[in-house]
């Protein structure tokens, strides 16, 4: 019942497929070979491989530094040689603190010590692997043995701390509990400790991934009351990869900083708990009870603090170097072996990380094994794919950074573009990325089957953000394609785009399932097999998603790059700033008047804290016209090439040689203010969001944090940039003529 | 240092108390003598007396035909007296069913009998008067014993019936729970019956009134574990008033319906029940996960049902008729005695009722002490001030219905406007009312002061209001009236405006405690001077807002109604219904759109429930020409007598014979669709919504409800209506030329 209400589609697709099909960087010839190819790797990964292979890598917990980790990158290292690729391991030493010393116990009102534990379930198999499991911890946390009041921070991020002072509430000299969610969680600590607390405690609050969402495991998906999630807490924004070794490859003999002199560290102690160890301290708080949007799924009233609750909070780490592995395979290309198409996930896990990362994990396998059978078969990619399995992304994205960083300048050259997956489910595409790769993404998912509904993957998200929007779309934009978003922080992708200014796309499907098992002990296989992608048919839509996009890039005379999406997003950015600054100015100036008219204080209740307002400097205008140049002349220099190409679409391998060469434009090699790492002056992760994207970041972040002076300069550095790439765009038209 | 803060506007609001003063509807003379006798009435209600008032008349529980109802009904009586008012007490019969058998009990899968009482609290001393305390219950809820699976429907509400159909999911046969909120109660009975469900339970939820919002009581004013809601559930959207006499007054021969012909007792039993009752059924729910916006604050998933818990729920009530004593107290009029000025509150409670009404019953009878010191003085009001404290509000508005369906006829001819209050707290004033009516509240509450600011209560709210709005009006705005909301239902100005048409306002102050004591045995003295306005200086403040209106209604020659703001708002509720119209239709074109293109399908997860969305017939396009000619011709007339009254502020009896009329005309005698006693063509409450007001009720519940062809016929009534107004206006300033 549900094919025949898509009749009309599945009919309108096939005869679309039917068609002579037409590939952007293909002659005709090529794109109907390119064309059979594909066709048949589309038909080669197997759910029952992947479910074999998730089932083998975990089936022990496998963490940095653990013996699993490392048996699992000489499986992985053994399957691509049993294929028949080209493969062998990197490994580098990097800074890996695992946890010798934890407590938490609350002093007053009442005794209280926190479990700081995951209990094993007797339905889940491998859940009572206690011995191989790394303790629930926050890696890179400080080293303390602090006493003090407890203050609820509701996420712990600068927003919330303008509500505390507003309140009159300091955390100076105290210990903050904050809920996970907002940010990325090494923000927590950072600003706590910016704000002068001494300790931080970060919880699953059962609203957010806990009961008030679903079934808590093994009854749902969702987390469980003892459940904790792990994860890192080091500074990354403001560098990836081994805090001691910024910039260089973590190899043996690595120039390393002392753990004291890396700036990534945290400097306070930082511990993770579950819901059931917070409930006590929370219900303990006094002081104010917090906004409505600070409250939780816990039955209790939350309060704001300081005290009456104290709490006792000791983390001490073991500071070793460990070992990594990243499995590296190649595919050599034929024509233009120098060229690189690269393709990676993560191995490693926090404990058996079924489905972070390994649901991600097992696609990249089946892709390279379906990509060996096709070579089997005679299929030879022009340029050189490189399959990279990388070990130690939970603790900092280490494998790939330090990969990337080891073989920086080889990179600069040949890289046409990173593709990456991590953590996959059920449900729809999500692809985000460089915008000279949109409207590729595009036409890669526009071939790939989504297996539930038997429409096109392109087709489903389409269908879903019409109704998420409630809008009706006209036939124009139905038939236009879907934006991919930018890129943050979060995964491997991090030192080839915004590190090396290497395109980059990262790819996954879900939404339909839920779930609260993150980074604890029961992302594992019982959960993955009962609450999530069971039938691996997502793991096989996205090894076709991620090998059809790699093949096309790797076959074309000229890969699929296109600019228009590209200027025509960065316009967008552009406006966003400029709106962020009138935005800014505007509240600035309303709360002023406000001030002036007695509006707050009026409307504040005297039996209730209340901070008087202050005023603030007038946001000075600012001038934008650098930027508003180059992204003009961004968007010409785009719109001229694409019509010089759709004229000549030319084969010639100089254009293939520099069309991939313009992200590299948007670099900058000073990098961003205060962390010259990040050199993508498009794409980064937000000095305050972690994860979150901040385009054009030199600029927003100037303006997010007021810093009016800076602003100026960080648009003539960002337009220069984006004139790099214009101008690279007008040499590559002279070409075409 | 508040002070200091604002002393600008005190500056400026003492400049304007200095200058000559000048009230609408009075000449120079008789404004400068009003605004004399207006300062020393304002100097008069003491917090002293309301607070031993409180503590007298919230004593013990007095709810209808409880002892303690009768005893503060002789008190107030002999107050009046005593201040040397003409008083005496009216006596009604009405239906007033007060429980015999109550029992819920879940029978699997566990068992569980709910405890349906409220535990006295030590500290609190009257919350132990148990035997005088009505059991926890609806009034009104049909009889019933009954066993069923349970449902869980959020806020029982319409919408919330469409999801679960969606979700495929039935309350046929079943007993359905549902959480306070999002409607008046009896709403959620009736809409459960009207969906085949056989019984309904109604919860508090913590996140509602509970723990989520703070401190529960003692420690805090929200709702206690035990703590339960009691209510009328009776269909009061229907008519309002005894369930046995609709239209006529319950007088002692009055024609009755037997219970069994009254179509506003529900027909399925009700119950409610605290959340440590509730907790243990929606536990035992299976099924769905229940959307987030239905989620409370229990620390448990929420889900629909249908079971696996099934409970047995009994309700068996004594149906006895019980007398309410209404007490009257008259302020002759020297002039014109036969215009009335009505001041009602009611005194009657569920049970101790401290805030519930008695926070407004003590400004009421400040308000008569205070005006009688007045008379004593030499004081003679124009026209006549009746004060009423009503019985039987709690039931279902019995005491003032019954008491203006008695003088109805009276009523009609002489009644210049009632002022009504009802619970009243700490903060900002809130005034909704007759639109006619909206300058003359924004001039009275520039007259009176805040206070906690020290503001007049005009201006802090304006403040407030700007700090709500974000926005910083310019100087017209600031100098503009606010607007007044219109009424719906929830006190006893509806038989006085929906009933008999005459122009109604209700005033209250609050905003700056919450609380959840509403209808429990803990709204009593103890938690009133614990957590609301315990120096009972906003007592004082609606005293004063309330009795200075009354006195500049009840001594001008001409009351001071104005019809410009009338004609503005009742024009934006055209611009409303049209929108509603257009909306709907919009939403309804989208949802076919999206079926016809499979979005719905695309998005749904197989996994989950989903029953297919059907196409829904296309609104036809509506003539709204009519209510556009009346509305146009009312904003005409409206102008044109302000500028004959401000070239000529005639001070003519025939004119103040007539103003206050023009509210009569919004009546239509034939009343509103299926709900004839509803006589008042603008202003309404809903029938889906209770207490929430509908405007232009007839024609915006058509198409609420998709009777396209009720709305053309609904047009022209309401349309007659205005026009009917319009025309006694133009009549009116005929007069003036």
């Not at 209280?112 to 859940?127: M, R």
């Not at 790394?134 to 921070?153: E, F, I, K, R």
């Not at 909070?313 to 499995?327: A, G, Q, T």
């Not at 992708?493 to 990262?506: E, K, M, N, R």
Request: glycine fraction near 8%; proline fraction near 7%; hydrophobic fraction near 40%.
């Amino acid at each position: 019942m549900l094919r025949a209400a898509f009749a009309l589609f599945l009919c309108l697709s096939l005869a679309i497929a039917q068609s002579p099909v037409s590939y952007r960087g293909y002659d005709a010839a090529g794109a109907a070979q390119e064309h059979e190819w594909e066709m048949k790797y589309r038909s080669l990964p197997s759910p029952a491989n992947m479910k074999a292979d998730m089932e083998r890598l975990a089936a022990h917990p496998h963490n940095v530094g653990s013996p699993y980790d490392n048996e699992n990158a000489q499986w992985i290292l053994a399957q691509f040689k049993s294929w028949g690729l080209d493969a062998h391991i990197e490994t580098f030493d990097v800074l890996f603190p695992t946890p010798k010393e934890r407590k938490l116990e609350m002093l007053s009102p009442s005794r209280f010590e926190a479990q700081l534990a995951e209990p094993p379930l007797s339905v889940d198999p491998t859940s009572n692997q206690t011995s191989e499991q790394l303790p629930t911890y926050n890696a890179y946390s400080g080293d303390g043995d602090v006493t003090a009041p407890l203050v609820y921070v509701n996420h712990g991020i600068p927003a919330d701390y303008e509500v505390l002072d507003r309140l009159g509430i300091s955390v100076k000299g105290a210990i903050v509990i904050a809920r996970y969610g907002g940010s990325w969680r090494g923000i927590k600590p950072k600003v706590a400790y910016e704000h002068g607390a001494i300790g931080c405690i970060i919880y699953s609050d059962p609203r957010d991934d806990g009961y008030t969402s679903g079934n808590v495991f093994p009854d749902g998906a969702w987390r469980p009351p003892f459940g904790v999630q792990r994860g890192s807490v080091a500074d990354m924004p403001l560098y990836a990869g081994d805090p001691l070794t910024p910039g260089v490859g973590a190899t043996k003999d690595a120039r390393r900083l002392s753990p004291k002199e890396s700036p990534v560290l945290m400097k306070i102690p930082v511990l993770p708990i579950s819901y059931s160890d917070a409930r006590p301290l929370l219900a303990a708080l006094g002081g104010e009870v917090v906004p409505p949007d600070w409250r939780g799924g816990l039955d209790i009233t939350y309060h704001t603090g300081p005290g009456p609750a104290k709490v006792h909070l000791v983390m001490k780490s073991n500071w070793d170097l460990k070992p990594i592995h990243d499995v590296i395979a190649t595919i050599p290309g034929s024509t233009l072996p120098d060229q690189w198409v690269i393709r990676g996930n993560h191995h490693d896990a926090w404990v058996n990380g079924a489905e972070d990362p390994v649901s991600g994990t097992i696609s990249l396998l089946e892709e390279a094994r379906s990509m060996s059978e096709l070579v089997k078969q005679g299929w030879r990619p022009k340029r050189t794919i490189v399959f990279a399995a990388w070990d130690g992304e939970e603790p900092g994205l280490l494998g790939s950074t330090e990969w990337a960083e080891t073989h920086a300048s080889e990179l600069s050259q040949k890289a046409v573009a990173y593709i990456n997956s991590d953590s996959n489910g059920r449900g729809f595409l999500h692809a985000g990325g460089s915008h000279s790769l949109e409207m590729l993404v595009n036409q890669v998912a526009r071939d790939v089957e989504d297996p539930e509904t038997h429409l096109s993957v392109w087709k489903r998200l389409e269908l879903n953000r019409m109704v998420g929007r409630r809008g009706a779309p006209s036939g124009e934009q139905a038939a236009g394609d879907l934006p991919i978003s930018a890129l943050g922080s979060g995964s491997d992708y991090t030192p080839f785009l915004q590190h090396l200014g290497i395109a980059s796309v990262d790819l996954g499907f879900g939404g339909e399932d839920g779930g609260g098992i993150y980074h604890s002990i029961y992302d594992d296989i019982y959960w993955y097999e009962h609450f999530s992608d069971r039938d691996f048919v997502y793991g096989r839509a996205l090894a076709q998603t991620a090998g059809t996009l790699v093949m096309r890039l790797a076959g074309a005379a000229v890969p699929g790059f296109e600019f228009n999406a590209q200027a025509r997003t960065f316009s967008t950015y552009l406006d966003q700033v400029k709106t962020l600054w009138k935005t800014t100015r505007d509240q600035i100036e309303t709360k002023d008047r406000l001030i002036e008219a007695g509006a707050y204080k009026a409307a504040s209740d005297p039996r209730k804290p209340f901070v008087a307002q202050v005023k603030e400097a007038m946001p000075p205008f600012l001038d934008f016209s650098p930027l508003e140049n180059a992204v003009d002349h961004l968007k010409r220099a785009a719109a001229s090439y694409e019509r010089a190409y759709a004229a000549n679409p030319s084969e010639s391998s100089a254009l293939a040689g520099k069309v991939y060469l313009t992200e590299r434009m948007l670099l900058d090699t000073k990098g961003l203010p205060r962390r010259p790492w990040f050199e993508h002056m498009v794409y980064a992760p937000g000095f305050y969001t972690g994860y979150g994207v901040k385009t054009l970041p030199a600029v927003r972040e100037a303006i997010d944090q007021k810093e009016w002076s800076e602003v100026g300069p960080q648009i003539a550095r960002t337009a220069a940039a984006i004139e790099r790439e214009a101008q690279l765009l007008d040499s590559m038209t002279s070409m075409l003529h």
